[in-house]
C-alpha cells in the first residue's frame, strides 16, 4: 500500500526524524554553549599601555628568590613579603596597607592598596603570595602577583567608575587552603560584614605557563575535550553556575585587548579546578567571582614541585594576561 501513498505522505515521516534530530542537537548544544560562553564579533583593539614583560619577570624572580619559602612554615618570610607587596603597590598607587588577622597564634596579613571613588561600589582584583611546599612557586602564584603589580602600574591615575581594590592574599595553600584561615576568606568575609556591594571580584591563579605541543592541555572530564583545545596555549576564565553574564563580560574585555587566546567556562563548582583557588571564598559570601588562569595543573607539569621556577615561564603571554584583565577591569568598571 505504501507504493501507492502521495510524496508528501513519504515526506512527513522523513520530515519528523529531521526535526526531532534537531530539536536533540539543540538540547545538547545549548549545555556546551553555557559551559563555553562563546563570545562573537570581538575585535582586537592593542591597548595604548601595555604591560611589560620585563617587569614581571623581575618581579617573579625577586619573589621567588628573595623570600622562598614562601610557604605557612615560615611566617617570617610570609611577613618579609607582605611588607615588599604593601611597599610596591604604595609606589605605584600612592598608598597602600597590610591588613592583619591571626592564624593558630600567628599573625599574617594581606596587602591592599584601593584606587577609585570611596563610597562607590567596588571591584576586587586579587591573587596569593604563598606558595606550597616547597615554596619556590614562580607560576604558582609569583605569577599572580607580579601581574597585580604590573595591574597597579597600568591603573595609576585611571579615572574609574567605581572603586577598584588589588589585594594580596596570605594562606591559600595547604593546609589552610579552603578554610576561614585563607587571606581570601578573611577579606571576602570582612566585605560582607562591611555591607560593601562588591561589583565582581577577579581572581589571578597561576598566569605563566603556555604551551604549544599537541596534547599538552589535559582537563577534569573527558567531554571538555571536544569543547577546548589540546594545546596549553590559551589564558581561561573561570566561573561557576549563575555567573554567565560576567565570565562572558571578563571574557569579551580580555580578547578585545589581547591577541592571546581567551577561553571560558562555567561549570558546577564540583568539577575538579573550578573552586581551587581565592575566588571560591568571595562565592561563599555570595559574591559574584571569576579566576583567570593558565589552568595550573591540567597544564603545567612542575605545579607544587622544585622545578616550578621562573625559567619556565613565559613572559610575554604572561603581559598579554595582565592587559586583558586591565581591559577586562576598565570594563567593569564603567559599567
Known sequence: ?????????????????????????????????????????????????????????????????????????YP????????????ALAERLGTAELQPFEVAGQIHHNVSARIGPVEA?????????????????????????AGLLELARLLSGAELGCAVE???????????FGTSAMGSAVHAAALRRSGVRLRAMLCLEMIGCFRDERGSQ???????????????????????????GLVRRVKRAMA????????????????????????????????PAVMVTD??????????TAADTPDTLDYTRMARVVDGVHAAVRALASE
Open 256 to 287: 578585545g585587548a589581547s591577541s592571546l587566546l581567551v577561553r571560558s567556562i562555567n561549570a558546577p563548582s564540583f568539577l575538579p579546578g573550578i573552586d581551587f583557588s581565592d575566588h571560591a571564598s568571595y562565592w561563599a559570601q555570595d559574591f
Open 218 to 244: 589535559s582537563y577534569p572530564a573527558p567531554l571538555l575535550r571536544w569543547l577546548y583545545p589540546s594545546r596549553g596555549d590559551f589564558v581561561a576564565v573561570v566561573g561557576t553556575l549563575g555567573q554567565a
Open 121 to 145: 561600589e567596588r571591584i576586587v582584583v586579587g591573587a596569593h603570595y604563598d606558595a606550597a611546599e616547597p615554596g619556590i612557586g614562580a607560576d604558582d602564584n609569583a605569577s599572580g602577583v
Open 1 to 73: 500500500m505504501s507504493a501507492f501513498l502521495a510524496p508528501e505522505s513519504r515526506a512527513r515521516p522523513r520530515l519528523r526524524v529531521l526535526r526531532t534530530t534537531a530539536v536533540l542537537l539543540l538540547l545538547a548544544a545549548l549545555p556546551c554553549l553555557y559551559l563555553t560562553q562563546p563570545v562573537l564579533g570581538v575585535r582586537f583593539h592593542p591597548p595604548a599601555e601595555r604591560a611589560d614583560p620585563a617587569a614581571l619577570e623581575r618581579d617573579v624572580r625577586h619573589l621567588v628568590e628573595a623570600f622562598a619559602p614562601r610557604d605557612a612554615r
Open 166 to 176: 588589588l589585594v594580596a592574599f596570605a594562606l591559600e595553600e595547604p593546609p589552610h
Open 295 to 304: 589552568t595550573a595543573f591540567y597544564r603545567n607539569p612542575r605545579y607544587h
Open 76 to 87: 617570617d618570610n610570609l611577613a618579609r613579603t607582605a611588607e615588599f607587596l604593601r611597599a
